[in-house]
């Protein structure tokens, strides 16, 4: 190692993290850098994404795990596992560890994530810093020690209270439903996914959860969790306590009110923070330029005030493929400097996909108006068929789609996403798209440049290559390309092309 290469320190050891650490390895192993990656948990990093799926038994932790420790370390990377980055001292450009040691550094990145949002209940204290912030029986699925307590409630079959009606909130009842445990949905809204859909939309996917055999509570006011003795006489959750209503009662209440970035480090050393860790678009906090934030801490945002996309922006995420290619393009920016790197690239607006077995469910964009409604510009479709849990909206100006929700209808879905992604129009016969979901459907032959993987931005060109060049399994295709390790949701797409490839044959 050259004594006077700079320093890189991370701090955080989560998924994205992860990422940034495996694409600066070379230029460690050429003994261009020093790295060091401080986590504070005590496992490697893994993909959070799955943490529900490792909470009702689907996966385990080492099919999560998405860093190697020991390969890091052989490669010259220092690994610090359960070691917490206390404070930053900008002045001296080091960090100090909550037992004592500090560390210098020439850059550092902050990788912290987020954490779970609790919310203002009796009986909960909502302070980030208490030693033990959740009482027994209540977790915020983030972790996981939190899977590891989901899964013993799903083992037992028990009943399990989720507290809120968002994406996280619904697929980690779902996941839960459907290996056995008994689960009630409780929320505040009149609807689920309230923040992404319309309340026609809402009321289907209600019916598709009761379905299921899930009971959703609406329109409550969860005010406190009520205590009793657990098995071993402990005490733990009994019941959540609603505002003007019966109590809901469970073993296992889960918590999934949203997260908030983890700032509170960087704002210790005075760095500017909104809703994330602000950052240019060479994610370099700002006034600091030996500072780099990435991941769900991280909120893109210049200091130019006519930024276009810098106004359109709306904090960070919160999802993984944006925080991964944060971490490719500022290794990229770290080892070949900012003269060869090219401007990181704006994300598009995302689109909300519920990953649930038979629970199809995918929104984007404006939704909220409805087709009588006079919004200028802005003409809306919409077809609804209760009965068969079928729903579809679809918002365009100019004939290019603006928004849209389809739910229990995948193929339109799909399509709809792709067209929205792509900024494309519609065809003028709206019930075209309908009819991809119909009976008479011809089979779909997709684009070979579409995203099949829409975490780790890979195309079906990308993995019919691999698959040609002798994958033939997801987890094959997963280590050639990446594709599919992020949320999982394009794996039967990923099995669809191996099958495509071998038919032939
Ligand atoms: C149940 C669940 C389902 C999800 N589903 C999806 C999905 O379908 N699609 C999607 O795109 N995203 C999904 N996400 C979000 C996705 O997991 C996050 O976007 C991703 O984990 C962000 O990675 P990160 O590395 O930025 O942060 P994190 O994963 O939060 O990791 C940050 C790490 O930094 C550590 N840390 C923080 N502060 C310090 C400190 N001071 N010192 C040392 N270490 C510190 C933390 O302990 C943590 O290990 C889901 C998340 C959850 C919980």
């Avoid at 210098?104 to 954490?115: D, E, H, N």
């Avoid at 619904?170 to 505040?188: F, Y």
Wanted: glycine fraction near 12%; include cysteine.
């Amino acid at each position: 190692m050259n004594a006077a290469a700079p320093h890189v320190v991370v701090i955080g050891y989560g998924p994205v993290a992860a990422r940034l650490v495996d694409e600066l390895v070379p230029a460690v192993r050429r003994g261009e850098m020093a790295l060091t990656v401080i986590g504070e948990e005590a496992a490697a990093a893994y993909n959070r994404v799955l943490v529900a799926d490792l909470g009702v038994g689907r996966t385990t932790e080492e099919a999560i795990s998405v860093s190697d420790p020991a390969e890091l370390e052989a490669a010259g990377v220092t690994v610090l596992r359960g070691a917490r980055v206390l404070r930053v001292d900008r002045a001296r450009q080091r960090v100090t560890l909550a037992d004592g040691p500090w560390l210098g550094y020439t850059s550092l990145v902050f990788a912290t994530g987020a954490r779970p949002v609790v919310p203002p209940l009796h009986g909960l204290n909502p302070d980030p810093a208490a030693h033990s912030p959740l009482p027994r029986g209540v977790i915020a699925l983030r972790g996981l020690d939190d899977a590891a307590v989901l899964r013993g409630a799903v083992a037992r079959r028990e009943r399990v209270v989720v507290l809120g009606g968002g994406i996280l909130g619904l697929e980690a009842a779902l996941a839960a439903r459907d290996e056995g445990a008994l689960v009630t949905v409780v929320h505040h809204g009149p609807h689920t996914l309230g923040r992404s859909i319309d309340a026609g939309a809402g009321h289907t996917v209600a019916a598709a959860l009761r379905a299921r055999g899930i009971t959703v509570v609406s329109d409550a006011r969860a005010v406190g969790v009520e205590m009793g003795a657990g098995a071993d006489g402990v005490p733990a959750f009994s019941a959540l306590a609603l505002d003007g209503g019966p109590a809901v009662e469970g073993a296992l209440l889960v918590l999934s009110c949203g997260v908030r970035p983890r700032t509170e480090l960087a704002e210790g050393a005075g760095l500017a923070t909104g809703r994330g860790i602000l950052v240019d678009h060479s994610l370099q906090a700002h006034h600091d330029p030996a500072i780099f934030a990435i991941g769900d801490c991280a909120e893109v945002r210049c200091l130019d005030s006519s930024c276009a996309d810098c106004a359109a922006g709306t904090g960070p995420l919160g999802l993984i493929g944006p925080g991964w290619r944060q971490a490719e393009w500022l290794a990229a920016f770290l080892t070949a400097g900012a003269a060869a790197a090219h401007p990181l690239p704006a994300e598009r607006a995302p689109v909300m996909m519920l990953k649930a077995r038979g629970v199809d469910v995918a929104a984007a964009g404006d939704v909220a108006a409805g087709p009588f409604d006079d919004v200028p510009g802005l003409a809306v479709s919409v077809w609804a068929d209760p009965e068969h849990g079928k729903y579809v909206k679809m918002g365009t100006r100019s004939g290019v789609l603006a928004g849209f929700i389809s739910v229990g209808m995948p193929r339109t879905g799909a399509e709809l996403t792709l067209l929205f992604e792509r900024g494309a129009e519609l065809p003028a016969d709206r019930s075209a798209l309908l009819r991809l979901d119909g009976p008479d459907a011809a089979p779909a032959s997709p684009d070979p440049s579409r995203n099949v993987c829409r975490c780790a931005g890979v195309s079906g060109e990308t993995i019919s290559a691999a698959v040609a060049q002798g994958c033939s399994t997801v987890p094959e295709i997963s280590a050639a390309t990446r594709a599919g390790t992020g949320c999982g949701g394009c794996h039967g797409d990923l099995k669809a092309l191996i099958e495509a490839h071998f038919a032939p044959a």
